[in-house]
């Protein structure tokens, strides 16, 4: 075929010339007028099918009847129908049981990382290890204020948690605070004197921080004799704490060191059965119903509270 586009002296112009060039006036190519005239049926087929045109209020629904908010609720029900058996199961279990089961615990800890972002990260930090000295403990060693066995873990969590130790700037003169601030910082290296652990006794320390000064579980109170600090371990801020005491609330400096509760209901319900067990009662004939009436309150449901539980546990500090 003679290309006429290839010989200008054959093709129309029209009329145009600029600096010795003229504007032929070929007719565009068949390819491309069919992909005008497909891009306009597409178009309108679109119009037709999809949501499209604005209206005072919405738009055209389109045939399908498809709606972004649709696609998202199908795609999550496509999520919780792999989710629901397990959730199910979570439900059953304790987190004991669901430790030994490889696949559930997977399952928690997968589902865990967002809650633990939304609800936690703010204080313990991202991955359970707050900021150093921002006075929130750090959940990935194993020094636990009121102890690492999973079920200690889940209590902090449901319960919540408020060490509390009273100022002593009123119950001690200043050479028996400095005597006890060299005491708590002797201890964590184990220089502890005589002196100091008599001191330490007859100023009623011991009462919460044990015998040894490793601390108690019960109340939460710090083990004084590791380099772990739940505040800090330089003179000054061990000298603070003794002065002014943690959630003492009659001295206005005190330190502040709450844990909120995530799950009342959960926390009755774990204090409830280690009860009946402890006095050999069978937990299932619980009237929970009875228990709980009413005033429970629930942060996060009790699964979530279980699997958060899992979460902290293997961060590498539980026991
Ligand atoms: C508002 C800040 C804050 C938030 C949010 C928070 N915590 Fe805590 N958490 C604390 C404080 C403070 C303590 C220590 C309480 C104390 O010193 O008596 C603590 C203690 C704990 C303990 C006990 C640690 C130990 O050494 O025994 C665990 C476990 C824990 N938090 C887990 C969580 C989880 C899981 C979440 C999210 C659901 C969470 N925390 C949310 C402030 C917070
Ligand atoms: C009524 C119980 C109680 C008594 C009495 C008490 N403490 Fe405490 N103490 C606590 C608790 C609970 C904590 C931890 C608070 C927390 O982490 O939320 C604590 C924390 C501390 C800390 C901070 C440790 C750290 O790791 O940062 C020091 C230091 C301390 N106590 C020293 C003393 C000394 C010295 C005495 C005696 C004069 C004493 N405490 C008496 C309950 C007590």
Not at 75 to 81: H, K, P, R
Not at 97 to 113: P, T
Not at 276 to 302: F, H, K, N, Q, V
Request: aromatic share 8%.
């Amino acid at each position: 075929m003679a290309d006429k586009k290839n010989n200008p002296a054959e093709v129309k112009d029209t009329g145009h010339v600029w600096d010795g060039i003229r504007e032929l006036d070929n007719p565009c190519p068949r390819w491309w007028l069919n992909s005008l005239w497909l891009s306009g049926v597409v178009v309108v087929v679109y119009f037709i099918l999809y949501p499209s045109l604005p209206l005072i209020n919405g738009s055209t629904k389109g045939l399908l009847g498809w709606t972004q908010i649709n696609e998202y609720k199908e795609a999550l029900a496509e999520v919780e129908v792999i989710r629901a058996p397990f959730e199910d199961a979570l439900a059953a279990m304790s987190v004991e049981e669901i430790l030994a089961d490889q696949k559930m615990l997977n399952y928690a800890i997968g589902s865990s990382k967002v809650l633990f972002g939304d609800n936690c990260a703010a204080c313990h930090g991202t991955g359970g290890a707050p900021a150093q000295n921002a006075g929130y403990p750090n959940l990935t060693d194993d020094d636990w204020l009121y102890g690492g066995d999973i079920n200690e873990i889940e209590m902090s969590i449901a319960k919540g948690r408020a060490g509390t130790m009273p100022a002593h700037s009123k119950l001690l003169n200043a050479t028996e605070v400095d005597q006890l601030v060299k005491f708590v910082v002797n201890s964590s290296n184990g220089t502890a004197t005589e002196a100091g652990k008599a001191l330490y006794a007859a100023k009623g320390c011991f009462a919460c921080h044990g015998a040894d000064a490793k601390g108690v579980k019960m109340m939460g109170s710090a083990n004084l004799t590791d380099r772990i600090w739940r505040f800090s371990g330089t003179e000054e801020e061990v000298r603070y704490t003794i002065l002014h005491g943690v959630n003492d609330g009659s001295d206005s400096k005190t330190r502040v060191a709450v844990m909120p509760a995530w799950s009342e209901k959960r926390a009755v319900i774990l204090e409830l059965t280690a009860e009946a067990i402890e006095d050999d009662e069978d937990p299932s004939e619980i009237d929970w119903d009875d228990e709980l009436e009413g005033d429970e309150s629930e942060r996060l449901t009790e699964i979530e509270i279980k699997k958060l539980a899992v979460y902290v546990h293997q961060f590498g500090g539980g026991q």
